[in-house]
């Protein structure tokens, strides 16, 4: 080949790349021929492409996109289903399911410790949540740590939550905690409680848990922030733009609290005291609760799998479930089906049979089929896991959460809403993430049926695609 031809065709590679590369660097792509499903458009699909550019969405058009220059990554869906990446918020990110702190501590254990925490970001991302909330995690050093994994889903945390002292959960918890402890009757507790909130901010905290919970059986008599306490918190978080979530679960907590103002219970209304279950009605003291809810817009977090983990304690084969073996490390998992370390789950099955879980499990679906019904503002929230139980497992329990809802009568649209752009909203993030539209963080889930079709469809993840990466299903899959 002639010198001048070389040289000539050098400078032609050169010059395309310098009007082709600054147009089309190659982390920009389009997702083609996809059925998006969004909020954008009542999560009816649509037939359309989608333009990334690094890690945010630049474009979304109905129709296919027509090819105009070659050298952009084009990649056919092949009418495949693309949603928003999935948000959970309620999960707790240091705890291990079906391990208690003593356990966990165990020199023994050491390496299944381990072995949990590198795998549980991938856990998550592998049933489709690209964004958690942690609602007990209070300070920076454990999102680092989560953070230091090569695959993780953006952590929020909730920067520690507020209960009275000696109240639940404090009551239970060891020192090494992140809870904000307030004395109510205190003169200072508005100092007790703007001190708090300063920490929440400081640690980038994005919610404010409060508890209210008399607790169960023998320490049923427990104390909780006083109503000043309750209106100041509320108050202040919201001075500050934070919303604010109430752990409640029984009609006396949900009585106490639903006049004070805050934006959402973390938990279902599943405890009605000595309120008969009728599979055909709700009683009328129930529903005035839930109709208080629909009118002051407080959204709903059902957390079914609370108590549904528990019925799956009486099912022996829980972990034989394929899921499991691909999103909990072997040893673990060895460990785990090991009867004599399922100390919380034997302690839970003597304090209740599978009859009592059952009805209190059936309150909980009664409640949410009449929210649904009415439109209620439904969070999504798995509350993995809500004890240490090995049937509350990260990302799985989400997916069965979804299942829960199903059966309770939501529609799999109401489901996608919830897990997408309605947590956003709540955690005022849906400028940000939540649905597939412009400017906002490329995450997305490739889907090989539709899930609108029916819901265990969520679970046919193709890509997981996380802060505009690629991601295939299979390398989250536990290799240890
Ligand atoms: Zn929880």
Redesign the pocket.
């Known amino acids: 080949m002639q010198a001048t031809k070389i040289i000539s065709r050098f400078c032609y590679l050169i010059i395309t790349l310098i009007f082709i590369l600054p147009i089309f660097p190659n982390n920009k792509y389009i997702l083609n021929n996809a059925q998006i499903i969004t909020s954008e458009n009542n999560f009816i699909p649509f037939l359309g492409y989608i333009e990334i550019n690094n890690d945010i969405i630049e474009n979304v058009q109905q129709g296919l996109y027509k090819n105009e220059t070659q050298n952009i990554n084009v990649i056919n869906c092949n009418q495949k289903y693309v949603v928003p990446g999935f948000i959970d918020t309620?999960?707790?990110t240091e705890s291990i399911p079906g391990m208690t702190s003593q356990q966990k501590l165990s020199k023994l254990n050491k390496d299944i410790v381990k072995n949990y925490y590198v795998q549980l970001p991938k856990s998550y991302l592998y049933f489709g949540y690209t964004t958690i909330l942690d609602?007990?995690l209070g300070n920076k050093k454990g999102v680092e740590e989560f953070n230091s994994n090569i695959f993780h889903p953006q952590l929020l945390i909730s920067g520690g939550p507020m209960a009275e002292k000696g109240g639940y959960p404090l009551h239970f918890l060891k020192s090494d905690h992140s809870f904000h402890s307030i004395d109510s009757n205190a003169k200072n507790y508005k100092t007790q409680i703007n001190t708090a909130i300063s920490n929440i901010i400081s640690n980038n905290g994005v919610i404010l848990k409060l508890y209210y919970e008399k607790g169960f059986e023998k320490n049923e008599s427990l104390p909780n922030l006083s109503e000043k306490s309750f209106i100041y918190s509320i108050d202040q978080a919201h001075k500050n733009k934070i919303s604010v979530i109430v752990?409640a679960n029984s009609l006396e907590a949900y009585n106490e609290t639903i006049e004070l103002n805050h934006d959402g219970y973390?938990?279902g209304l599943w405890r009605w005291g000595n309120l008969n279950y009728n599979p055909k009605e709700l009683p009328p003291e129930v529903k005035n609760i839930l109709n208080k809810l629909i009118t002051y817009k407080i959204a709903y977090q059902p957390?079914t799998q609370?108590m549904h983990g528990i019925l799956s304690l009486y099912d022996h084969n829980f972990l034989e479930q394929e899921d499991v073996r691909k999103i909990i490390p072997k040893k673990l998992l060895d460990w785990l089906k090991n009867e004599k370390n399922q100390i919380v789950a034997n302690e839970i099955k003597s304090g209740i049979t599978k009859e009592q879980a059952l009805e209190v499990f059936n309150k909980g679906q009664q409640a949410l089929n009449y929210l649904a019904k009415r439109n209620a503002f439904l969070l999504f929230?798995s509350?993995?896991?809500?004890a240490a139980i090995h049937t509350n497992l990260p990302g799985y329990n989400g997916y069965l959460e979804m299942l829960n809802w199903s059966k309770a009568g939501v529609t799999n649209s109401q489901i996608l809403k919830a897990a997408t752009i309605d947590n956003a909203k709540f955690l005022n993030l849906d400028e940000k993430i939540g649905s597939i539209a412009k400017n906002k963080t490329a995450n997305l889930l490739l889907l090989d049926k539709n899930p609108l079709d029916k819901i265990e469809h969520v679970n046919s993840i193709q890509k997981i695609i996380l802060n505009g990466k690629i991601i295939a299903r299979d390398e989250l899959i536990s290799n240890l």
């Open positions: 309620h999960t707790h609602l007990s752990h973390a938990h957390t609370v929230g509350d993995t896991p809500s």
